[in-house]
């Protein structure tokens, strides 16, 4: 796309491939020479904010390149310190800003958010396989129409359902395992109904998402709150359930194209947020409230897993 086609690539794009040093920032030697891959096949890495060249034809500069969820995290502008992203689609995908830290975790992921010529931010990233995955499961499973738009409703009523393991798809992280088929724990001699199954799914979401929270926290780190993007997180119940279920507020903002306002961001290289934007913008704040009930289930859910 470029003036002179330069072969380069972008901080966070080469380290997606798993072959670059996250603390150098350059190809890694070692991980190159086990795989059998010469460094001149690869192109050149540079910042996601620096200058890349010129747009062919049109004389307009490209002054950041990142992947696209990593320019979707920054939609409302800087990475706050311990808010939680968490988008839920198909999957969910976990992150927390570590700042300028790289930290290291045995069962999470660490990612670069962002980079310049001046400081890099780095993200601990977990991920949850069988979101909305999930739900397309359950209704090819039990041969059911789209059960989404039912949702909504089946989560303002159903208050005990039974406990779903979630293991559409393999367990991601902590867990990096590929499970048996998912199923219902036992609960009493009762068959579940509809609704309860599908909430019990839904839970599911929830508490590999809260797994994910706790392994995060336990590396020190501060989470305050939770922003939730994502097809599934226009549920007002799944976010009340999440916010119930961590006792942390659950902030649900009105970003419709949160990847192309972010990269912008990023290519004007603003030091803070979108205010112009923010201006008359719908935010959703959902606060905790008891979860006693919720956090038994989850209890259930992690015993089974084997999570403490």
Same mark, same amino acid.
């Given at each position: 796309m470029l003036e002179g086609t330069p072969c380069i690539v972008d901080h966070v794009n080469a380290s997606r491939t798993q072959l670059m040093d996250l603390q150098k920032h350059e190809w890694s030697s070692e991980l190159l020479g086990q795989f059998g891959i010469a460094r001149e096949l690869l192109p050149d890495c540079q910042p996601t904010q620096s200058y890349f060249g010129t747009i062919r034809g049109t004389g307009i500069p490209l002054t950041a390149v990142n992947g696209d969820q990593n320019a979707a995290i920054h939609g409302p502008g800087k990475l706050d310190d311990g808010t939680l992203i968490v988008n839920v689609g198909t999957g969910a995908f976990v992150l927390l800003s570590t700042n300028?830290? @790289?930290? !290291?975790?045995?069962? &999470? &992921?660490?990612?670069? #958010?962002?980079?310049?010529?001046?400081?890099? +931010?780095?993200?601990?990233?977990?991920?949850?396989?069988? #979101?909305?995955?999930?739900? /397309?499961?359950?209704?090819?499973?039990?041969?059911?129409?789209?059960? +989404?738009?039912? &949702? #909504?409703?089946? @989560?303002?009523?159903?208050?005990?359902?039974?406990?779903?393991?979630?293991?559409?798809?393999? @367990?991601?992280?902590? =867990?990096?395992?590929?499970? %048996?088929?998912?199923? =219902?724990?036992?609960?009493?001699?009762?068959?579940?109904? @509809?609704?309860?199954?599908?909430?019990?799914?839904?839970?599911?979401?929830? =508490?590999?998402?809260?797994?994910?929270?706790?392994?995060?926290?336990?590396?020190?780190?501060?989470?305050?709150?939770?922003?939730?993007?994502?097809?599934?997180? #226009?549920?007002?119940?799944?976010?009340?359930?999440?916010?119930?279920?961590? !006792?942390?507020?659950?902030?649900?903002?009105?970003? /419709? %194209?949160? +990847?192309s306002q972010g990269i912008a961001w990023l290519a004007a290289n603003l030091s803070e947020g979108w205010h112009d934007l923010r201006e008359g913008s719908h935010v959703d704040y959902f606060l905790p409230k008891d979860g006693r009930s919720l956090k038994a289930r989850y209890r259930q859910f992690c015993s089974e897993l084997g999570w403490r």
């Amino acid at each position: 796309m470029l003036e002179g086609t330069p072969c380069i690539v972008d901080h966070v794009n080469a380290s997606r491939t798993q072959l670059m040093d996250l603390q150098k920032h350059e190809w890694s030697s070692e991980l190159l020479g086990q795989f059998g891959i010469a460094r001149e096949l690869l192109p050149d890495c540079q910042p996601t904010q620096s200058y890349f060249g010129t747009i062919r034809g049109t004389g307009i500069p490209l002054t950041a390149v990142n992947g696209d969820q990593n320019a979707a995290i920054h939609g409302p502008g800087k990475l706050d310190d311990g808010t939680l992203i968490v988008n839920v689609g198909t999957g969910a995908f976990v992150l927390l800003s570590t700042n300028t830290q @790289l930290m !290291q975790h045995p069962s &999470l &992921l660490a990612s670069i #958010a962002n980079s310049s010529a001046d400081h890099v +931010t780095y993200l601990l990233e977990g991920t949850v396989n069988g #979101a909305g995955a999930a739900i /397309k499961w359950a209704t090819d499973q039990w041969g059911e129409e789209d059960l +989404t738009p039912q &949702l #909504a409703s089946w @989560l303002s009523t159903v208050e005990t359902p039974p406990v779903f393991i979630n293991t559409i798809g393999g @367990l991601g992280s902590p =867990f990096w395992r590929s499970e %048996q088929n998912p199923y =219902f724990l036992p609960n009493g001699q009762v068959e579940p109904s @509809l609704p309860e199954k599908a909430v019990a799914i839904v839970e599911s979401i929830l =508490f590999l998402i809260a797994i994910n929270l706790e392994a995060m926290s336990n590396t020190g780190q501060s989470v305050k709150r939770i922003r939730i993007t994502g097809g599934l997180s #226009a549920l007002d119940g799944l976010c009340q359930r999440l916010a119930n279920l961590t !006792q942390r507020v659950v902030v649900r903002p009105e970003v /419709k %194209q949160a +990847t192309s306002q972010g990269i912008a961001w990023l290519a004007a290289n603003l030091s803070e947020g979108w205010h112009d934007l923010r201006e008359g913008s719908h935010v959703d704040y959902f606060l905790p409230k008891d979860g006693r009930s919720l956090k038994a289930r989850y209890r259930q859910f992690c015993s089974e897993l084997g999570w403490r």
